[in-house]
């Protein structure tokens, strides 16, 4: 399939409708700018004085534009009919390593191979609507989501092998509490951590590779801390001694500071930190690492959007609070690690995102992603009254992110959407990703679905039938992209994944009807033990809204301190509505039951891969890194697809 950067068929076609937005665009701002006034900013310290002198301004202007934007609507409208409901975007400069050398590194042979997937709602709607939720400038945090995406996406992956003969326990040590992301130096900064003595451990990362990779990772033995090349990994060996303390690692050992990814020496190299974990003016010191994310969320207003400047006027102050290193945990029971992590996982796959809706912030996102993304796929939808039920004014929401190359795609659009949510054109992505190929050229493919259903509340109804058009366009998407036959397969399916924001939760009531759907028996929910049933350590992913500006949770390390308490998740999470009065005011917390509202889901399915080929999930993750910017907590989840074979 040939996918297209450009929406419409010929420059002509494209010329026209930039000519008729043109004439739009003026109208459409000057409308939006006129509705925020009248929502509270928090931020903003003279209101009433802002209505008064710009509500003139701007009805002037707007009354005058109005013409303009009924030509242009005149000739925007029947453009629609001819435009392909995506825009496809591939990153131009070279220089950085691309899809076709990722190929190359997964023949389907060996123990197998991870791949890792987000998804987040980041309520990127015009500043008028999105003000509702409670966040801001929609412009500047389209600009600061990606550059944390990216900024958390491509920091080093750290590998850990602890040594201990007299301690069995397995290390809580997660990637996230050691490594921050790159500062605006482009310098990867090592975060001391307290590692306690364990029995050898294995984190595996860069797609699943084993130690024993030297031509990747390094050799199998050596200084205490080696750092490969190869996708920003670095290896970490620790050996505990009786007294449980940690050798201290030569600064020649680490290579001093070498710059992530910039010219100078080896990508992955971390410099060794001297100063105490405690000491918050030290760039080793946990507070002070994550500050490149939060760095006071002042002024994205005034700051001209630049990446890392500060969202809202008013200073927030990071948490200097000491923390335990420690942040993944397994149940007894459980298969996989998962954790609340302050950062993206490292060395992102594939990233799903909703509500991209706004066309200029979903640029400026897509520009910031692809420093780290090759392949996007954005602008996904349909306008006007083209292939759904009623006139449409905004697109899907939907925008997808790949380090591989994108092979087939397919977007449908539900049609039952009701009230306000039938002005935006609601369907499901269908993607198909090549991932490698093996040595008799056959190649090896994922599909992964990303989707956002209907949002109102009681229409379960409403809900359960995109469900069941999702399943059914799904299938169709398969069979007319699958180039196999079971006696001639030319392609091996590893993964098959659905992701976004499906809203319904496990733990409501009123989602009975969505909880018992056959999407969960078609794919696994890595987080759910059955209808109505949630694992414990699963928490919820929608934000209380009235919360979203404290400074409690004011910064990633923050949110995340905060969620990892049952206290701090009653106080900032979404929780299921009661029929009783007052039943979930404030001061009667008490009544809660659960761990919130978990919208967004993140699905894998076992059926349909390639024979012998089994997908286990390795960790999942719960992401405060967007706090502040979006009112949904992004999910990741990294899956080992096994081919069987026993490694070499």
């Known amino acids: 399939m040939v996918l297209y950067t450009t929406p419409f068929p010929n420059s002509c076609l494209s010329g026209l409708h930039a000519v008729s937005w043109a004439l739009i665009f003026p109208c459409y701002w000057l409308l939006d700018r006129l509705l925020a006034l009248f929502i509270p900013d928090p931020c903003q310290k003279y209101q009433l004085l802002c209505i008064v002198l710009f509500t003139p301004i701007y009805l002037g ?16 409208s029947p453009l629609q009919s001819v435009r392909r409901p995506y825009s496809y975007s591939r990153r131009e400069d070279k220089s950085l390593a691309g899809g076709a050398a990722l ?17 987040a709602n980041v309520c990127l709607l015009p500043d008028s609507l999105a003000r509702h939720n409670n966040v801001f400038n929609t412009q500047a945090r389209a600009k600061e989501i990606g550059h944390r995406i990216r900024n958390g996406a491509s920091r080093p992956q750290i590998k850990i092998y602890i040594d201990s003969p ?11 509490s050691l490594v921050s992301p790159q500062g605006s130096d482009g310098m990867a900064r090592a975060i001391p951590g307290s590692i306690k003595r364990t029995a050898s451990v294995e984190y595996k990362g860069n797609g699943g ?34 007294g449980g303390r940690l050798p201290e690692a030569d600064d020649s050992a680490a290579g001093g500071q070498a710059r992530n990814g910039a010219g100078g020496g080896p990508r992955g190299q971390m410099p060794n930190h001297s100063q105490r974990d405690g000491d918050s003016g030290s760039l080793g010191s946990p507070s002070a690492s994550r500050e490149s994310l939060v760095k006071a969320k002042a002024g994205l207003d005034g700051s001209g959007g630049e990446p890392g400047a500060a969202y809202g006027k008013a200073p927030h102050k990071a948490s200097v609070v000491k923390k335990p290193a420690a942040r993944k945990r397994r149940h007894p ?22 509500e991209v809706f706004d066309k200029r912030a979903a640029t400026k996102l897509k520009d910031q992603l692809h420093g780290y993304f090759e392949y996007i796929l954005y602008d996904v939808g349909v306008y006007g009254c083209q292939g759904c039920c009623c006139f449409k004014c905004f697109n899907s929401g939907l925008f997808f992110a790949s380090r591989y190359p994108i092979m087939d795609v397919a977007y449908h659009c539900y049609t039952n959407g009701k009230g306000s949510d039938s002005l935006a054109s609601k369907g ?65 399916v590893a993964f098959d994944i659905v992701c976004g924001d499906l809203n319904f939760d496990n733990c409501s009531s009123d989602d009975k009807l969505e909880q018992q759907h056959s999407l969960f028996t078609r794919f696994k929910d890595p987080c759910r033990l059955g209808p109505g049933e949630e694992k414990p350590w699963a928490i919820g992913t929608m934000l209380d809204q009235d919360g979203l500006n404290d400074e409690d949770v004011s910064t990633p390390d923050n949110l995340q301190k905060v969620l990892e308490s049952e206290e701090g998740r009653r106080e900032y999470l979404a929780f299921p509505t ?34 012998d080929w089994k997908a286990e999930v390795e960790e999942f993750s719960f992401i405060t890194q967007l706090s502040g910017l979006t009112d949904h907590l992004p999910v990741a989840m990294r899956l080992l697809v096994s081919t069987g074979e026993e490694e070499a």
């Open 209 to 242: 590779r084993h130690p024993s990779d030297e031509a990747a990772n390094g050799p199998a033995s050596g200084d205490p801390a080696d750092c490969g090349s190869l996708e920003n990994a670095c290896i970490v060996r620790i050996s505990g001694d009786e």
């Open 103 to 119: 190929l190359s590194e997964w023949k389907g042979t060996g123990p197998g191979k991870s791949f890792c997937f987000a998804s």
């Open 61 to 76: 202007f707007l009354v005058t534009s109005l013409p303009f934007a009924f030509l242009g609507f005149l000739l925007w």
């Open 333 to 354: 029971d459980e298969a996989f690690d998962h954790e609340i992590s302050a950062f993206f996982p490292a060395n992102l796959d594939f990233l799903c995102l909703q």
């Open 428 to 492: 499901a992505l269908f993607l198909k990703v090549q991932v490698g190929s093996t040595l008799q050229d056959q190649r090896i493919v994922g599909y992964i679905t990303c989707t956002h259903l209907h949002a109102l509340e009681d229409d379960s109804a409403i809900r359960c039938e995109q469900l069941d058009m999702l399943l059914d366009w799904l299938a169709d998407f398969r069979k007319s992209t699958s180039s196999s036959s079971t006696a001639n397969p030319e392609e091996l």
């Open 578 to 611: 009661s029929k009783s009065p007052g039943a979930y005011q404030k001061g009667r917390k008490d009544a809660l039951k659960g761990n919130g509202r978990r919208l967004d889901y993140m699905l894998y399915g076992e059926e349909g891969l390639c024979p």
């Open 166 to 176: 007299t301690n069995t326990s397995i290390s809580a040590a997660s990637f996230s």
